[in-house]
Every structure is written in structure tokens, then in C-alpha cells.
């Protein structure tokens, strides 16, 4: 699998705090899976370390080759 990249800088994003952080933006990103058929959000469904996906529009079980997985990026954190 390849890394993930920050929507808005284009450079790696670092899995920290239990979710994907862009040091270079000082962003949190938002992992997000859509369904490839119909573009809807995808549920995810995790078990015994593998993930798969359900499409509530579509009422199908998604496999991860088929969800779209694209990341946003959150609002800017005050310090």
C-alpha cells in the first residue's frame, strides 16, 4: 500500500494520535472511503484485522480494492 498523501500539499501524511497528521500543513487529515459504483460514504466494517466496507446505497458488501479512500483536511488546531 502506498503512503498517503495531504490533499493540499501533496507530501506524506504521518499516522499520529490514532489518525493521519500533514506535519508540513499542521493539519489533522480525515480518512474518508467512498463507493466506487455509486460515490456514496462507505461503513467500515473491521474484524480479526481486516477491513471491508458496506454501501448502504447500494446494499452491497464493498472489498477495500473497491472503496475510493481519499483524505480531507480538518481545521487548523489553535496553540
Same mark, same amino acid.
Given at each position: 500500500m502506498s503512503q498517503p498523501l495531504c490533499p493540499e500539499c501533496r507530501l506524506n501524511l504521518v499516522w499520529q494520535y490514532q489518525g493521519y497528521f500533514c506535519p508540513h500543513c499542521e #493539519? #489533522? &487529515?480525515v480518512k474518508q472511503a467512498t463507493c466506487h459504483d455509486c460515490g456514496h460514504p462507505l461503513e467500515s466494517?473491521? &474484524?480479526c484485522g481486516a477491513t471491508s466496507y458496506f454501501c448502504a446505497h447500494c446494499n452491497e458488501l464493498k472489498s477495500k480494492s473497491q472503496a475510493v479512500i481519499s483524505f480531507t483536511l480538518a481545521d487548523k488546531t489553535a496553540k
Open positions: #493539519r #489533522r &487529515a466494517l473491521n &474484524a
